[in-house]
């Protein structure tokens, strides 16, 4: 079983639904992150957020909005997405800054499909 | 630019032998690497990690070694189970960042 606990496992929304995406962690882990995995490729990092502040965002277009609403929870709301956008969606965590040489542990992730 | 790089995407092995699945990486400023298993419908599962002061971790059939000089790094499994049989990706970080870059992964099948 997974540490980190994903919902929904799927997701089915339109263009110009609003959703939201979970993620949950009681390791007592500090840094949080969202990831975007597309068929046959590798995870791409989406947001990083660490002691509960976001610490990196690589570009991610604004239609994805994180919040971090505290230590142990990771939210990502999504507004107006396009099809494109749809992905595997994965969430992980781990012990924070500074602590060094710890591995980011994953959740099964968030499977999304814009029709 | 892709910074971590596995060039095969896939890999078949009998049963009991030995799998070796390879990674190169660019960035002389990584220090931080680790391998991932992912089976299908689940996320990524560490596996085993290694940093750059050492040349080999061993966890009971799963050993990384490596080469600095080369930029290469290589996971053994010995010996091999279907079980194993999954994608495995190669990660790697640099001073002690927050941010994992990742490669393209390996498929390895592992034959009864």
């Known amino acids: 079983d997974t540490e980190v606990t994903q919902t929904p496992k799927h997701l089915v929304m339109g263009m110009t639904n609003k959703k939201s995406l979970k993620c949950e962690q009681h390791m007592g882990h500090r840094a949080m992150y969202w990831y975007k995995q597309k068929a046959k490729k590798p995870p791409e990092l989406m947001f990083v957020y660490s002691y509960e502040k976001l610490s990196i965002n690589e570009s991610v277009p604004s239609r994805f909005s994180p919040e971090c609403p505290n230590s142990s929870l990771l939210n990502l709301h999504l507004h107006a997405l396009q099809p494109e956008d749809s992905a595997l969606y994965l969430c992980a965590s781990s012990p924070g800054q500074g602590k060094y040489g710890q591995p980011q542990h994953f959740g099964d992730g968030t499977r999304l499909s814009i029709l | 630019d892709q910074q971590v790089k596995q060039n095969s995407p896939s890999l078949s092995v009998q049963e009991g032998r030995i799998s070796i699945l390879n990674c190169d990486y660019t960035?002389?400023?990584?220090?931080?690497f680790l391998w991932y298993k992912k089976y299908p419908a689940e996320g990524p599962t560490f596996l085993i990690s290694i940093s750059s002061i050492k040349d080999k971790n061993e966890d009971g059939r799963f050993t990384v070694f490596l080469n600095k000089s080369a930029k290469h790094l290589s996971l053994h499994i010995v010996p091999s189970q279907p079980g194993d049989s999954a994608v495995y990706f190669c990660a790697a970080s640099d001073g002690g960042s927050e941010k994992l870059v990742f490669g393209k992964g390996t498929k390895l099948t592992v034959n009864p």
């Open positions: 960035n002389s400023m990584f220090d931080y």
